[in-house]
């Protein structure tokens, strides 16, 4: 029943949770139920895990604000309470950047970090 995600820490004073979700959109693809590139199966859903009823309302809203837009097909990610959250073995930690030359990184995750290079550089440091 586990989902394979990332607890992000942001300080909304630098940027916001809605701005996170513009580049979560862009560079996710919502539309795949149980599925991300090759990888099937329920860990692999679509699914944002919120900790206020604010984060929930903005999730939702972005929705239809941007995914919508975005997507021709539906979205099918979850918006759901986070009840626990279980840190990855350390393998897992900073895969992309241990392991940016492996065939699944070049293939699946290189093209989502070109995008969000040439969409959103300016929020990049």
């Known amino acids: 029943g586990h989902a ?16 996170i979700l513009d580049v979560f959109w862009t560079t996710h693809d919502p539309t795949t139920l149980n ?3 090759n990888d099937k199966g329920t860990q692999y859903r679509s699914v944002i895990f919120y900790n206020t009823p604010e984060q929930q309302s903005i999730a939702l ?15 099918v990610t979850e918006v759901v309470p986070l009840e626990k959250f279980y840190i990855a ?3 897992h930690q900073n895969y992309y950047q241990s392991h940016s030359s ?13 995008k969000l290079r040439s969409k959103f550089s300016h929020l990049l440091k």
């Open 102 to 114: 492996r065939g699944y990184c070049q293939v699946v995750i290189s093209p989502k970090m070109d």
């Open 4 to 19: 394979e995600v990332i607890q992000l820490e942001y300080d909304p004073k630098i940027i916001s949770l809605k701005t």
């Open 89 to 91: 073995e350390s393998y």
């Open 35 to 37: 599925r991300q590139g």
């Open 61 to 75: 809203d972005s929705i239809n604000r941007v995914a919508q837009k975005l997507w021709v097909d539906p979205i």
